[in-house]
């Protein structure tokens, strides 16, 4: 016996949200416990995320499941995408302990938490993974009139999402400045009649319409700022709220099993604790650091380069096995310190994460001094990036072209990198052909410390 309950299509993190929200909701009316309840949550919310990450789309189909005697919670998280086409590695790493934060994990988690797990995937036919937890001999008996209550509940709770205000407040706000260039196109027409009647006034009537031309530039300053903030809040409201939820579910859950006397079940949520706080630490930090970069009040101070590379090796996870070189002339220069541990943290820390060969990683740092600026170059043998990525990189929420889907990623790292050269009247670039890359980036002469000047 099977009788579907609810759908939901999943296309970003709001409905991943949602899909987390229905299956606590669900799991809750069944009669299912609170931790049960935020088991099967939790495992429908990392496999939705995974559609999300990987796919881009998909659905999620709630129902309810008699087999022998047993009536169970089902969701089937289904998406039409290229398939999985290493599931026997993945569950492979899971057993003999690979990180828990590593790419699959995502499955290996959620299929710990649930009664049934089963996947079907076929390469370019997409993926179906159904989820079933135990519905407790006691719960209530669900009937039609009952299954419909439930449904018209959900369907007059809907959640006002920020990013869905701070969209509608955009939206006005272009709709008032598409108002006011209306009107400014009606008053160049009354100034170009009165052009034509008075010629003593075209001077007047040329200024009026230098006004009118500043001000439709600052309307497209403005609507840029506009896009700033609405993929802003985003990243607050979708990349935060989700991970958020599931460290709030991972700790109730936590909390049941320290109450059920079962040390050893709470141990094995703290993997799946520390990759949420990881996830929300590395889009915070890249949040803040982006905020913060090109700020003119940050104090100047005399600065060793070889120093700062040194604090930025001991705050980094670099393997013993990538051999990083600095050279010996690097310079000494009178400026912010935290601007170049940014910019040398995101270099170097991209070299290492994206490297293919671990195992034979070199990173060499130098720096050239050219007639009017300072060149500071962070070279890697690792597999190159291709020509279009190669600009594509240094905008805001992109990652590297060759691995678009890390998690460890906030994608604002070479966006921060720009912004603070930026302040500084400096570029960075990157050379890439076939396999290792340079990245370039300048910085002004006239901050070199010479030999007089420490002595």
Known sequence: MQRSLLKINISNELDVVLAYKRA??????????????TKFATAVSEICRNVVEHVGSGTIQFSLVGEGGINLLEAIVSDRG?????????YERAHFGA??????MGIVNSRKLVDI?????????GTHVTLRKRIPAKAPIITKSLQELWLREFDEDKDISPYEEIKKQNIQLLDLLEKLRIRNL??????????????QLQQSNSEIQLLSEEKERKNLELQKVNDDLDAFAHTVS??????????????NLF????????????????????EQAYKMDKMITGILAYSLAGHHSLHRQIVSVRQVLHKVMESLHVPASVRVTFSEELPVLYTQEIYL?????????????????????????????????LRFIVRDNGPGISHEDQKQIFSKYEALGHNLTRNDSSGLGLAIVRRILKEKAGTVWVESKGRGSRFVFTWPLNELVTEQETD
Do not use: W
């Not at 606590?24 to 309840?37: A, H, V």
């Not at 009606?186 to 010629?199: D, K, P, S, V």
């Not at 979708?238 to 700790?251: F, M, S, T």
């Open 24 to 37: 606590m909701q669900l799991s809750e009316k069944t009669g299912m416990t609170l931790s049960n309840q």
């Open 82 to 90: 290229r398939g999985i086409g290493n599931l026997d590695y993945i």
């Open 99 to 104: 990180s828990h934060t590593g790419k699959g």
């Open 117 to 125: 797990f089963k996947i079907k995937t076929e390469n370019e036919q």
């Open 186 to 199: 009606e008053a160049e027409q009354q100034l170009q009649e009165i052009r034509r009647l008075n010629i």
């Open 238 to 251: 979708h990349d935060l709220r989700a991970p958020l939820q599931n460290i709030n579910g991972i700790v």
């Open 255 to 274: 909390e049941s099993c320290l109450k059920a006397a079962n040390p050893e079940e709470a141990a094995s949520l703290l993997p799946m604790l520390r």
């Open 341 to 373: 541990y940014q910019i040398f943290s995101n270099l170097i820390n991209n070299a290492v994460k994206y490297h293919d060969k671990p195992e034979e990683a070199k990173i060499d740092i130098y720096c050239e001094q050219h007639p009017h600026q």
